[in-house]
């Protein structure tokens, strides 16, 4: 089991963002604000100290998960990993292992042929239609080969996701800038994706991902395009996200990226998940 990671958080990762996106991750992490003081006029917020409780409910839950294609081929046998709110995990493994199925697994694209997943305490592959298409709405999904929309400006492909959500114009407005200026693309709004590098791009895929503030963030292979540099950029973004309590998955084959980061790894190798560091 993954071990809950309690940081303190930076008023700098929270004061651009819009009153309602603050409030949303305050009552969503138990994020505390202290009161403003005429001496103290900006005071740091902190994720609330949980003692530590054996009962804290994960995130993630999967319990002895099997996945068969219909050509007979095993992609994941046995599987059993706990992911707790605020936990950082990377997954590794060889092309081919089982990475990406497992995350599939995670936001419904695809269904176990035995076991149980839990994605905070539902059933997720049991989620149908309208039930399933909420539950997503709970989880960014980072891609590695970005799928953005070619013809939409970047301000369009972010915004794209509140848009089909509901959200009103006054709404994504307020939530599009800030979260632009995370990613470092305010400047960048108005071009298309063919004007931007990989990185960029791949950017742009996170702010969408996060945009509407979803508790869990899937991220797969999001380095795999990258140069070092670039990829160094978005694992920063990424623990960004984590310290503001966002639960955050990464599959990757960057083996230099796992030993620079201390995060727990798990490793998925012929199918089955071995804990390589908690």
Not at 149 to 159: G, H, L, Q, S
Request: hydrophobic fraction near 35%; proline fraction near 7%; aromatic fraction near 4%.
């Amino acid at each position: 089991m993954t071990s809950v990671l309690h940081r303190p958080t930076d008023d700098t990762k929270l004061s651009s963002l819009p009153e309602e996106v603050r409030a949303r991750l305050q009552d969503r992490f138990k994020l505390v604000v202290p009161a403003r003081s005429a001496a103290d006029p900006s005071p740091s917020p902190v994720i609330e100290e949980a003692p530590n409780n054996p009962d804290v409910q994960p995130i993630v839950s999967l319990t002895n998960v099997e996945k068969i294609y219909t050509n007979g081929s095993k992609a994941l046998t046995g599987v059993n990993l706990t992911v707790n709110p605020g936990d950082f995990l990377f997954v590794t493994g060889p092309s081919g292992s089982g990475k990406s199925t497992l995350l599939k697994l995670l936001y419904g694209y695809e269904r176990p042929t035995n076991g149980n997943i839990l994605v905070s305490d539902e059933p997720i592959s049991n989620l149908r239609g309208n039930r399933l298409a909420m539950m997503r709405r709970r989880i960014g999904v980072v891609f590695q080969d970005y799928k953005l929309i070619p013809k939409r400006t970047v301000a369009e492909n972010v915004a794209f996701v509140l848009w089909a959500q509901g959200f009103t114009r006054k709404e994504i407005h307020r939530r599009l800038w800030p979260t632009l200026k995370m990613v470092g693309l305010q400047g960048k709004a108005q071009c298309f994706p063919d004007e931007l590098s990989g990185g960029e791009q791949q950017r742009v895929s996170i702010a969408r991902a996060v945009v509407n503030t979803p508790p869990l963030l899937l991220a797969d292979e999001p380095t795999g395009n990258l140069d070092a540099d670039n990829s160094l950029q978005v694992i920063k973004i990424l623990k960004k996200l984590n310290s503001i309590g966002i639960t955050v998955i990464v599959t990757t084959h960057d083996e230099h990226l796992v030993r620079i980061s201390n995060h727990p790894v798990v490793q998925i190798k012929n199918g089955r998940l071995h804990h390589l560091r908690r």
